[in-house]
């Protein structure tokens, strides 16, 4: 998708809450939003939205000279998602479709990393599960079902940290040995990376690459030859997070998305209302 | 107040509000933010807000060539309160405090104001202003009532368009042969201009003049010598609105500012909570 002028406002006030999340200093957080300003009066719009927020991340590592200011959040959602990953295991196993359920605990993995950078405590994370449980999910398992027991390749699209470990129940229920789980090539935000990838273990179950893009989605432009190959071959693509649906939306795959709705733009390109929880199907299919 | 970095997705946000406002072309309203971005890079922070909001309104009438974009608006939301006002006078004359309920009436205004650039019908306003009656207001009308008391000359300054007609209610419960009433001297947003107050028929009542200035708020250095003279003369200024606290929070003056706190940058200057109506003294007051 392309980048909305909506856009605009709210990589701003991202800009603000990540320079206040990696530096205390006042002076950094109005230089920072200065150059920001200045870059985005520029920005291409053709382009999806991952695409400035790279580049502000970027911008805020360098400025601040931290390579990875997220990485202390991440190892403590990290851990609160390894205390939940069996009474979680647990539902999908006692469930009559644990295929569905898996699907559904994927997306609220999403939801809970709403609240991924404040201090949430177990139990909180525990109310926000049951809560989005609660809620209507968007989505149309059987097509999944179908795609899965036809695809010979399929390629999973990790999202961030934390929320991977909810992803392992969802891979943990399709043939692992036909997949190959995509983690972020760098840092950025609480993104997934394949240190994440081995705390949920699943360099154990399923093989693991790295795109080589510290994008906040996947922009396959900037991505390794590697991950470029497995995308491309892939009967079947699992893209995780609202990242990688502004990123891959108008490719032409078999890509199914599963992601909470977190924006008006979004929603109003979906159809759907703001908060949807959804497993959608690319509109552009590969050609046969 | 000086402006916060968070004030700019905020300022930002309205540019595009406004853009589309007045004009249709997707290409206008991304040329204005484009504009606005670059110019925002540069922002001087001493100033309060309302200096950028200023410049970006006199940016958007001079690329759309609008000189009032928002007189249908105001004019609109003058008729709606103008139907209004004879219940809205006798709930005043019925209270056992007419001071305080036109006080009260006055917020109420400012709250309103909140949809007055949508289709609001007279239905829903009503709603609006019963909820917001219903609702808490931090204010303490003792510290006003004896300073109208006490006060030779009254300096009222108006906020929006429609608003007006609220503040006619606390305008009359004032000793009018004592009072003031400024408007801003040129459109800007839907403020209060010399014909909002004559459609009010304040003119009638009180002697009204206008500031000179076209900010949505008082800056004192942009206002006409006139203005200046009432301001530095006044006993006591009732000031309306989250910009003309903005603009004159720091004054040494005896002003009384009457408004709804609409965003987090004021409420945690005031200690007050997003949404508080509220009747709030100038801290700083002038010299005896």
Chains 1, 2 share one sequence.
């Not at 990696?22 to 870059?39: F, P, Q, Y």
């Not at 469930?95 to 605990?105: E, G, W």
């Amino acid at each position: 998708m392309k980048t909305s002028i909506d856009c605009i406002p709210c990589f701003i006030r991202q800009t603000i809450e990540a320079t206040r999340y990696v530096s205390a200093d006042t002076s950094v957080h109005e230089g920072v939003l200065r150059k920001i300003l200045r870059a985005l009066a520029g920005i291409d719009l053709d382009q999806s939205p991952p695409v400035a927020v790279q580049w502000i991340h970027r911008r805020i590592r360098e400025l601040t000279g931290k390579h990875d200011p997220y990485r202390q959040a991440k190892d403590r959602f990290n851990r609160l998602a390894l205390e939940l990953l069996p009474e979680l295991k647990a539902k999908v196993r006692s469930s009559p479709d644990p295929l569905k359920t898996s699907v559904r605990l994927a997306i609220t993995g999403n939801v809970v990393d709403l609240g991924a950078k404040s201090g949430l405590t177990e139990d909180e994370v525990r109310l926000i599960i049951a809560q989005t449980l609660s809620e209507p999910f968007h989505i149309d398992i059987e097509s999944l079902r179908g795609e899965i027991d036809r695809a010979s390749s399929i390629l999973y699209l990790a999202d961030n940290a934390g929320e991977i470990f909810f992803d392992r129940l969802l891979i943990e229920e399709l043939p692992v040995e036909r997949v190959t789980l995509a983690v972020r090539g760098g840092p950025v935000i609480n993104d997934a990376t394949m240190d994440d990838a081995n705390a949920a273990g699943l360099h154990e179950i399923v093989r693991v690459i790295d795109n080589g893009s510290d994008a906040p989605g996947t922009i396959l432009s900037d991505c390794n030859p590697e991950f470029r190959r497995c995308f491309k071959d892939a009967d079947l693509i699992i893209a995780k997070g609202q990242g990688n649906y502004e990123t891959l939306s108008d490719e032409q795959a078999n890509i199914f998305f599963l992601f909470r709705i977190k924006c008006v733009v979004v929603a109003s390109l979906t159809g759907l209302e703001q908060g949807t929880n959804m497993l959608i199907r690319a509109s552009k299919q590969k050609d046969p």
